[in-house]
């Protein structure tokens, strides 16, 4: 069993960044790959971005990529996403989640065996 909780989410203007983080339970954090997924309001829940139980792989939605960096700290059982050049349309609850799956670097859903709570990111205009 692994718990999830985010942190770091707001409200930031156009351009901005911020620096999301989520801190796993369990002694097996290792093992898991991690992702980032996000939902805005009134529509179906996205992959965002996701990271390897190594660290050495990693997959970005072509949304997000060049701006968002994706990173974990496996001693401290802690995956982090790094979102800079924010745009209004990064507006959404952003969750994280963690997979056993046989694919190192999940891009669905159902790859993934546990998810936080989220944490709402807001961005203005």
């Known amino acids: 069993q692994v718990q999830l909780v985010e942190s770091g989410g707001g409200m930031v203007q156009a351009g901005g960044s911020l620096r999301l983080s989520c801190a796993a339970s369990g002694r097996t954090f290792s093992r898991y790959a991690m992702g980032w997924f996000r939902q805005a309001p009134g529509k179906e829940r996205e992959f965002v971005t996701a990271v390897s139980w190594s660290g050495g792989s990693t997959a970005y939605a072509d949304s997000v990529k060049g701006r968002f960096t994706i990173s974990r700290d496996n001693a401290r059982n802690t995956v982090y996403l790094q979102m800079n050049s924010l745009k209004p349309e990064d507006t959404a609850v952003y969750y994280c989640?963690?997979?056993?799956?046989?694919?190192?670097?999940?891009?669905?859903?159902?790859?993934?065996?546990?998810w936080g709570q989220g944490t709402q990111v807001t961005v203005s205009s």
């Open positions: 989640a963690a997979g056993l799956s046989r694919i190192p670097v999940g891009t669905m859903r159902e790859h993934y065996n546990y």
